[in-house]
């Protein structure tokens, strides 16, 4: 069935440093919803993209969902030690059941 | 309440026996989810409602599991005869309407041994 692939599933950042992260899945969605989990937290909600080639900033981050919406990047600059924790993709295909990604988990090096 | 809300944060079980997961959404949200996480992993849908209705139980693993929201806010969610693959965190989450972002609880872990 329908599922998202995100990569790298580790990322290690030197503290200073922009990185980026992608979801990527095989058919195309009708959203795309971004989470962040703190160590030992829960899944917080980030931002929801429904638009093709949609791109939505919060501060250090980026989001953009691709003009075919088969795929989305989260991008972060100037990484700081508060950004580590694993940012999950997530979509809802019918019936509005949200499926997740396998995450990445992102290190800071400080 | 402000956040949603779960209960117990713990619970350890010995195999066989039944427990009952409870979810404390956050008031006047319609939609509530439950999922399970294990370690290093994204969560796992296992069911949600709208209100009071079930309305997609197709994650639940087996007959052993079941959930209900009889008056459309507290949320239970019941495992029967627990087994070892049993032990994960469950966590609960709620949404105004279908179309928001959800807002998770702090799950609970449950340890079956």
């Known amino acids: 069935g329908q599922q998202v692939m995100q990569i790298p599933q580790y990322q290690h950042v030197q503290e200073g440093e922009d990185f980026t992260t992608y979801c990527n899945s095989s058919t195309t969605l009708s959203n795309i919803q971004w989470y962040k989990q703190r160590p030992g937290g829960h899944p917080v909600f980030l931002i929801q993209?429904?638009?093709?080639?949609e791109v939505k900033k919060q501060k250090r981050l980026t989001f953009q969902f691709g003009e075919a919406k088969k795929n989305s990047s989260l991008h972060i600059t100037a990484t700081q030690t508060t950004d580590v924790g694993t940012y999950f993709c997530a979509y809802k295909a019918a019936g509005n059941k949200l499926t997740f990604g396998g995450g990445t988990r992102v290190l800071v090096k400080p | 309440g402000a956040g949603v809300s779960q209960s117990p944060r713990y619970k350890v079980t010995k195999r066989g026996q039944d427990v009952a997961l409870r979810c404390d959404p956050i008031s006047g949200h319609v939609s509530l989810y439950w999922y399970r996480q294990a370690l290093g992993q994204g969560p796992e849908f296992l069911t949600y409602?709208?209100?009071?209705?079930?309305?997609?139980k197709s994650g639940l693993p087996n007959d052993r599991f079941s959930a209900e929201r009889p008056e459309g806010s507290i949320s239970t969610l019941t495992i029967q005869r627990t087994e070892q693959r049993d032990s994960a965190m469950y966590r609960c989450?709620?949404?105004?309407?279908?179309?928001?972002?959800?807002?998770f609880g702090s799950g609970t872990r449950l340890t079956v041994v």
């Open positions: 989450a709620s949404s105004p309407t279908d179309y928001y972002g959800y807002t």
């Open positions: 993209l429904v638009k093709s080639g």
């Open positions: 409602f709208n209100y009071e209705a079930q309305q997609d």
